[in-house]
């Protein structure tokens, strides 16, 4: 749309810049430019202007939009970012995106989800105007025993991206939640689908939630134990989602192009944020949580992202999370 073209402009100028300039370099006319910022005002960004000098941003409201994106981003990674108000799930409409032919590196981001998708057919909770739902589409030409380095690696990217765009450190629980203060403040989830003759991943659709400025009360009861926000944890700051999102973006970014060379670095990140070792931990088949888990103690990270963990009845298994669910004795972690 014109007006995040505009904003995406009149963002990245440090000074005020002129219609006619803004004109020139999106091809319309100065009425256009603007009906633009005249929208943009009506949805609470502060757009100073002078005659002589053009226009100034002096203030955004915490809107997710692709020009409060795009701002933040290099000029030209853009094209492949989706932004809408609301959507069912990001992770549906990015499937739809790819089976169209959509590269690598295209991302959908919403502001709110009504059918946010959790771990084995859960509800992410979605709330309008606090989280980051985003889903970023990904082909890695690898074969599906690389799904855990996937996801691991993807923990480590929103980590970093936390850490780039806020200042603030985040702890890992095996396998991908993100914590702070341990309670879960973001949830991955990775959608693949594989080539039936190679065995190669064709698609990796990857869902990144993030809990920003909820506060107490948007999150449901039996998720008050376990669940946070950045906000709630930082004495109820504020903090400008959008350039959460491009933190992201640009982490994932780094991913896939380091895919599967950097190595090293994410495992590496991933056992130093990784809080589940150590802790004692009881164990369950994915398909029996509700029955009686094994306890013991996780004692390491292998080089596959496997949880290896000594029992209580002296045994040691390594895990894997496609088999297995840990939860912490003591606790979410």
Not at 94 to 120: F, M
Not at 251 to 272: A, F, H, Q, T
């Amino acid at each position: 749309m014109l007006k995040d073209d505009v904003l995406t402009i009149i963002s990245k100028e440090d000074g005020y810049i002129s219609g006619e300039n803004i004109s020139r370099k999106l091809g319309v006319t100065r009425a256009a430019i603007n009906t633009a910022v005249k929208t943009l005002r009506q949805e609470g960004y502060e757009i100073e202007s002078s005659t002589n000098k053009g226009y100034l941003l002096k203030n955004s409201p915490d809107i997710i939009s692709k020009g409060s994106i795009a701002a933040l981003l290099p000029t030209g990674r853009t094209g492949d970012i989706n932004v809408f108000d609301t959507v069912g799930s990001t992770n549906t409409v990015l499937k739809g995106l790819a089976a169209e032919g959509a590269p690598s590196g295209t991302v959908v981001v919403a502001d709110h989800q009504s059918s946010g998708k959790g771990r084995r057919g859960r509800n992410f909770v979605s709330p309008s105007g606090v989280g980051i739902y985003l889903s970023y589409l990904f082909r890695p030409e690898s074969g599906f025993d690389k799904i855990s380095d996937l996801t691991s690696w993807t923990a480590v990217a929103v980590a970093d991206a936390i850490k780039n765009a806020y200042g603030l450190d985040t702890q890992i629980k095996w396998v991908n939640d993100l914590l702070m203060n341990r309670k879960k403040i973001c949830g991955i989830l990775t959608e693949v689908s594989v080539e039936g003759e190679s065995g190669f991943i064709d698609t990796s659709i990857i869902g990144i939630g993030v809990n920003v400025n909820e506060k107490p009360e948007d999150f449901p009861s039996e998720l008050s134990d376990v669940a946070t926000s950045l906000s709630i944890e930082n004495d109820g700051k504020t903090f400008f989602r959008s350039k959460l999102a491009a933190e992201i973006i640009r982490s994932m970014d780094r991913l896939k192009d380091g895919w599967p060379d950097n190595s090293d670095y994410y495992l590496g990140r991933y056992r130093e944020l990784n809080i589940t070792t150590g802790s004692k931990v009881t164990a369950y088949k994915l398909m029996s949580e509700n029955g009686n888990g094994r306890t013991g103690t996780a004692i390491a990270i292998n080089d596959d992202y496997s949880l290896k963990v000594k029992f209580d009845d002296g045994s040691i298994e390594d895990l894997k999370s496609g088999e297995v669910s840990v939860r912490g004795l003591y606790g979410y972690t």
